[in-house]
């Protein structure tokens, strides 16, 4: 079963605009990890943060954790065209060696 | 570097027929892993792997066979090819830090397998 469930499944904004795409997850985890993945190619990794951190940022990206509230949020300001693409959250459960994917955000930045 | 390199890149098997997906990283990452993502469903893992002679399963790992022999490789065997394994099947390896596995994944190009 998937751990993540991201939210929205699809997002669709202008360029200039941010984005923000959520990951809520069920069970205590050690760190989470967001991924980007462009049509047809594989995933490539943005920024991880661990349970206890609370924000992270990297560039025009960030990235929060709630652990009481079992979620994280990513936000890419500024979109860009090129910014389009799936977006994944995994996260790595407690004391475990698996690392669990939701189901994505499909993000459109139009021009 | 090559990162985590895949092959074959695409393949078309029938029903019953076996083949391995080969998987090799030049980063001497502990941890290793196969994934296989369907529409809709994201990335489900397979099989992962911590350490040369390590391996254990994943969320779906009926009709796959791993082993790790080596550091650097870590093919995924189907035994009998079935239509449900239709998919793209991504491998992907990390080091082990901070006391916990899977951390930052670097994922190879993926493999298009079409069972019919």
């Known amino acids: 079963s998937q751990q993540g469930e991201e939210d929205p499944q699809a997002l669709s904004i202008q360029e200039g605009e941010n984005a923000t795409m959520n990951c809520s997850y069920k069970?205590?985890?050690?760190?989470l990890q967001w991924y980007r993945q462009n049509s047809g190619r594989g995933l490539v990794h943005l920024i991880l943060i661990r349970s206890n951190e609370r924000e992270k940022h990297s560039g025009r990206l960030r990235v929060t954790l709630d652990t009481s509230k079992k979620s994280s949020s990513l936000l890419i300001t500024a979109s860009r065209a090129a910014d389009t693409a799936s977006y994944f959250c995994?996260?790595?459960?407690?004391?475990?060696?698996?690392?669990?994917f939701g189901t994505g955000t499909q993000l459109k930045v139009e021009l | 570097n090559a990162g985590v390199t895949q092959t074959p890149k695409f393949q078309v098997l029938k029903t019953g027929q076996s083949m391995t997906l080969q998987c090799a990283q030049d980063?001497?990452?502990?941890?290793m892993s196969w994934y296989r993502q369907d529409p809709g469903m994201g990335l489900r893992l397979i099989h992962y792997s911590v350490g040369a002679g390590i391996t254990d399963q994943g969320e779906v790992p009926n009709g796959y066979n791993v082993s790790r022999s080596t550091t650097e490789d870590f093919p995924l065997r189907l035994l009998s090819a079935a239509p449900s394994q239709t998919s793209v099947y991504f491998c992907a390896s990390s080091y082990v830090s901070g006391g916990a596995s899977a951390d930052t994944q670097y994922f190879g190009p993926g493999t298009r397998l079409t069972v019919l």
């Open positions: 980063m001497n990452h502990e941890y």
């Open positions: 995994a996260t790595l459960a407690g004391g475990g060696n698996k690392l669990t």
């Open positions: 069970t205590s985890i050690n760190n």
